[in-house]
């Protein structure tokens, strides 16, 4: 059963440019979350989804980043015009429901560093 | 504003000794999370401890709740070089939030000396 898949590992963009970072959640799970990681500091909440609706996006700035999760395939996280600040590692969990009470399993993460 | 508050920030210590953290919250909880991360790598989730709990092991880990002072320690017992990580408590946002999003401390940079 593998586990939550995220790629690119690494992604490098100029500033301006678009990134689009995907989560493949584990098998069985319809709910994605998505943290964002500054260097040396914990994780942050960016986005909630189950399957063709965001459920919370009070983490989201509200420019420039967007997130779906369609009925097909994975979830993107998708940032337009990128600037320099956004160069951070992006991380993306997976859990069976969106309770609290459940663990989120965790994707290797997405590197962006922005030129 | 910060839910999970760690300290220390930075352990150093030698293999075989214990190592523990401490993490702070502000608001009520259901549940409150460890996770370790190794240096530029995922989260990997060590433990769950519910709310109406004080104390749970798994293994050579150790947690405790005390929700009265709304902390949480993490005890590793024998450290091993391989335990070197950065550890992250993490809490929902009991019942002001049914989403399950995680608030996640600063974090404990572990160091486990040979």
């Known amino acids: 059963n593998a586990g939550v898949m995220q790629n690119p590992r690494h992604l490098v963009r100029r500033r301006g440019q678009e990134a689009r970072l995907r989560c493949s959640p584990m098998k069985g799970h319809s709910h994605v979350y998505w943290y964002r990681q500054l260097p040396e500091e914990g994780l942050k909440f960016m986005v909630y989804?189950?399957?063709?609706?965001?459920?919370?996006e009070s983490g989201m700035p509200k420019e420039r980043f967007s997130a779906e999760f369609p009925k097909e395939g994975p979830s993107i996280l998708r940032i337009q015009q990128v600037v320099r600040g956004d160069s951070a590692a992006y991380f993306c969990?997976?859990?069976?429901?969106?309770?609290?009470?459940?663990?989120?399993?965790f994707g290797a993460g997405t590197r962006l560093s922005v030129l | 504003s910060q839910q999970g508050e760690e300290d220390p920030q930075a352990l150093s210590i030698q293999e075989g000794e214990n190592a523990t953290m401490n993490c702070s919250y502000k608001?009520?909880?259901?549940?409150l999370q460890w996770y370790r991360q190794n240096s530029g790598r995922g989260l990997v989730h060590l433990i769950l401890i519910r709310s109406n709990e004080r104390e749970k092991h798994s293994g050579r880990l150790r947690v405790t709740l005390d929700t009265s002072k709304k902390s949480s320690s993490l005890l590793i017992t024998a450290s091993r070089a391989a335990d070197t990580a950065s550890y992250f408590c993490?809490?929902?946002?009991?019942?002001?939030?049914?989403?399950?999003?995680?608030?996640f401390g600063q974090g404990t940079t572990l160091q486990v000396k040979p």
């Open positions: 608001t009520s909880i259901n549940n």
């Open positions: 993490a809490t929902d946002e009991g019942w002001a939030s049914n989403t399950g999003k995680l608030i």
């Open positions: 989804l189950q399957k063709e609706n965001i459920i919370d």
């Open positions: 969990a997976s859990s069976p429901t969106g309770s609290a009470k459940n663990i989120q399993y």
